[in-house]
């Protein structure tokens, strides 16, 4: 059984950072491609970053580049979203995702 567990998230003033981790267990963690994603109240899920098995190559919503970056540690099943210059609309759930997996999800509040 997949499980994709986050951790991390937490009330921090604008301008600060935050490092959420997601830790995936139950299936051939190297092998998928690994993603980001975010809800905040009142709206739609959307795309936050994405990594692929490797960890060679990135791709990040327009809203987070330059401020967010995905990493991955596949001897540790795990992957990173380090968040830098956190604006109140970064303010979400956030969740980590394999192909049709999701975890549950991390809440981030950034306070103006």
């Known amino acids: 059984q997949v499980q994709l567990v986050e951790s991390g998230g937490g009330l921090v003033q604008a301008g600060g950072s935050l490092r959420l981790s997601c830790a995936a267990s139950?299936?051939?963690?190297?092998?998928?491609?690994m993603g980001w994603f975010r809800q905040a109240p009142g709206k739609e899920r959307e795309f936050v970053a994405t990594?692929?098995?490797?960890?060679?190559?990135?791709r990040y919503a327009d809203s987070v580049k330059g401020r967010f970056t995905v990493s991955r540690d596949n001897a540790k099943n795990a992957v990173y979203l380090q968040m830098n210059s956190l604006k109140p609309e970064d303010t979400a759930v956030y969740y980590c995702?394999?192909?049709?997996?999701w975890g549950q999800g991390t809440q981030v509040t950034v306070s103006s």
């Open positions: 990594i692929s098995f490797s960890g060679g190559s990135t």
């Open positions: 995702q394999s192909g049709a997996y």
């Open positions: 139950g299936r051939t963690f190297s092998s998928y491609a």
